[in-house]
């Protein structure tokens, strides 16, 4: 009887493992089309400077316009794309949105607005990158410093000296270079004094309970001083709270980015709130 059950078992795992594999395998192959469809788009997410309330910056996002399925996450198909070798022609799509969106804004006359882009953990191990960018910006009529790499610390790990070499360059080109989530990788203190960042995140996991004054606080408030002292801008993501956005601006992080600002936004919308400003809900944060 156990012999019968464990080879029901196993017959039941063959058939939800092939279950997974279809799913994945069409996944795979929508993931490819829809590269090929342009089915991917930029939202985008203000950086707001807490003591004006102004927006200083704004981060683009990645989703996927699916044809079926709707609006889809960057989470349920960047691993997918990363471990299928898509990932650098989605990347080229990103970074050709940004520079447009960059281009239309600054021929729109609008105030010069740097924007964040995320790379994968692979694209540093290329040292063409830094050419590349460069190139790309040059197409668009772009000054680099009107991007920002957001980067996170356990891709720099990897191979801490070539990818110090390639952020040195992108550096002297004068592109941003923000260090993404920080304090959930396995970055090292000696490490981090060598990489020639321009930006600091802290990660949302800090900021959830940071006006509780637990041990997130602390470790918030020691980002925020080790970002400064190494003279880095530090920017606080996942700001849901007045509670939350008041206790890092007494602390001293004044950038911040978050649901309590506004979510990532389709394009059009983006650009009627820059029009129009975040509204109460900056006001109401900033008077925190
Ligand atoms: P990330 O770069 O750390 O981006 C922040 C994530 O937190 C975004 O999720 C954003 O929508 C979300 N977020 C912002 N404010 C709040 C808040 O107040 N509360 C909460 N709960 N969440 C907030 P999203 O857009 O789903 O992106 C997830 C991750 O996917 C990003 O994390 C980034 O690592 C990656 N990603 C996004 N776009 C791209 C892209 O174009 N290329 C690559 N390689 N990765 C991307
Ligand atoms: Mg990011
Ligand atoms: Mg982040
Ligand atoms: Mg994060």
């Known amino acids: 009887a156990a012999r019968a059950a464990g080879g029901a078992q196993h017959a039941f795992f063959d058939a939800e493992l092939n279950a997974r594999s279809r799913a994945r395998a069409l996944l795979e192959a929508e993931l490819r089309q829809a590269l090929e469809a342009g089915q991917f ?47 650098l022609a989605l990347t080229e799509q990103v970074l050709q949105a940004a520079c447009s969106s960059l281009r239309r804004w600054a021929d729109a006359g609008r105030r010069p607005l740097p924007l964040s882009v995320n790379l994968p953990a692979s694209s540093l191990a290329d040292r063409r990158l830094p050419g590349r960018l460069g190139e790309l910006m040059r197409a668009h009529g772009l000054a680099p410093s009107s991007l920002v790499l957001e980067l996170t610390e356990t891709m720099l790990m990897h191979d801490v000296d070539a990818a110090i070499e390639v952020l040195g360059e992108l550096k002297a080109r004068g592109f941003g270079l923000s260090l ?15 990489l020639p960042m321009s930006e600091l995140k802290i990660d949302r996991a800090f900021v959830t309970d940071v006006a509780q004054g637990g041990p997130d606080a602390a470790l918030a408030v020691a980002i925020i001083t080790l970002g400064k002292e190494l003279g880095l801008q530090v920017v606080a993501e996942g700001v849901e709270t007045p509670a939350q956005s008041a206790f890092l601006k007494a602390r001293g992080c ?35």
Do not use: M
């Open 41 to 87: 788009v930029l939202h985008y997410q203000p950086k707001v400077d807490v003591r004006s309330g102004r927006i200083v910056g704004a981060e683009a996002l990645v989703r996927w316009q699916h044809p079926g399925r709707g609006l889809v996450e960057p989470g349920r198909f960047i691993p997918l794309a990363e471990e299928i070798g898509l990932i």
């Open 180 to 194: 993404d989530d920080f304090g959930t990788g396995y970055s090292s203190l000696s490490h981090l004094k060598r």
């Open 254 to 288: 004044t950038l911040q980015q978050g649901y309590l600002f506004s979510r990532p936004l389709p394009r059009e919308d983006f650009e009627r709130l820059l029009d129009e400003g975040c509204g109460p809900r900056v006001a109401h944060a900033s008077a925190a």
